[in-house]
């Protein structure tokens, strides 16, 4: 961990619900990940996340490990979930 993540300039990962839910059919901010560095599960939600750059960084709440990068572009979205081992997306009821 760096002193410049050290800082309180970040929001809370329900930021990334708005534009997840462009890509996905469901709120993801709800879903379950596990950080791949330190194991701890969590709400994607919780994260902390960092917007500004040109996109968003969200890190574990637990290690401060970069779990999530997302970039948009105006015809594309780039989605780097590297730093999580698993998401467990909740599906609604009428799903299947």
């Not at 950080?35 to 709440?61: K, L």
Request: glycine share 10%.
């Amino acid at each position: 961990m760096t002193d410049t993540f050290m800082d309180n300039d970040y929001v809370d990962g329900n930021m990334l619900g708005g534009t997840l839910r462009q890509v996905f059919a469901v709120e993801l901010t709800g879903a379950m990940g596990r950080c791949a560095s330190c194991g701890n599960v969590d709400a994607i939600g919780t994260s902390r996340v960092y917007a500004h750059a040109a996109g968003a960084v969200a890190r574990c709440v637990a290690c401060d490990d970069v779990i999530m990068r997302v970039v948009s572009a105006p015809d594309r979205m780039y989605l780097d979930l590297r730093g999580l081992s698993f998401v467990e997306i909740p599906l609604p009821a009428d799903a299947g």
